[in-house]
């Protein structure tokens, strides 16, 4: 079946240094999504890319889906205490359903 | 997020005792979902909708049916709850199959 595994399983960072967590998929994907989800709360929707080798960026956080379509990464540059929670990327092969990752949790030391 | 209510949002049962967890959406979305989170699982599917009476199986269905008889309502059944079955709950909804989903605040049901 599929499988989609996200490293490292946890990160601490200093405030002000750079965060990468990583996904990737036992099959090809038709698209991959990340979701953020603050400790205590639920997962939020953060962005969604589709094409091979797609790069978005939301301010601090830069999204990339490889070329293969197989694996993606995030990026945060410059932590800051806001960035705290747990990330997840969720693939999706073809029609089926939304398959998500572990997730990686970031803990930024102030 | 506003348009996707969860309730109860904690509920402790004993075992062999029926749950019911309720989801409902203003959204007017067509797909609903149910997912468990577990330590170390990250979100599991456990059923899914497509639209009103269209339900389907998840990966981790054993022990759990659903019902949705309106679009704005998807119920999750434990019919017998066991201890495996302590777990936080999520309903997500979405309006197309590749969209970003919105998730309700959680159940968090613990079987004792």
């Known amino acids: 079946g599929q499988q989609v595994m996200q490293i490292p399983q946890y990160q601490h960072v200093q405030e002000g240094e750079d965060f990468t967590t990583y996904c990737n998929s036992s099959?090809?994907?038709?698209?991959i999504q990340w979701y953020k989800q603050r400790p205590g709360g639920h997962p939020v929707f953060l962005i969604q890319?589709?094409?091979?080798?797609e790069v978005k960026k939301q301010k601090r956080l830069t999204f990339q889906f490889g070329e293969a379509k197989k694996n993606s990464s995030l990026h945060i540059t410059a932590t800051q205490t806001t960035d705290v929670g747990t990330y997840f990327c969720?693939?999706?092969?073809?029609?089926?359903?939304?398959?998500f990752g572990t997730g990686t949790r970031l803990t930024v030391i102030p | 997020d506003a348009g996707i209510t969860q309730s109860p949002r904690h509920k402790v049962t004993e075992t062999g005792t029926p749950v019911t967890l309720r989801c409902h959406q203003t959204e007017n979305h067509r797909y609903m979902y149910w997912y468990r989170q577990d330590p170390g699982h990250g979100l599991r599917l456990i059923h899914y909708?497509?639209?009103?009476?269209?339900?389907d199986k998840g990966e981790v269905s054993d022990g759990y049916s659903v019902s949705r008889s309106k679009t704005e309502d998807f119920l999750l059944t434990l019919e017998s709850a066991t201890s495996s079955q302590t777990s936080v709950y999520f309903c997500?909804?979405?309006?197309?199959?590749?969209?970003?989903?919105?998730f309700g605040s959680g159940t968090r049901l613990t079987v004792v």
């Open positions: 099959t090809t994907l038709s698209n």
């Open positions: 890319l589709v094409k091979s080798g």
């Open positions: 909708s497509y639209g009103v009476k269209d339900t």
């Open positions: 997500a909804i979405s309006d197309k199959l590749r969209d970003g989903y919105t």
């Open positions: 969720a693939g999706q092969a073809g029609a089926n359903n939304l398959f």
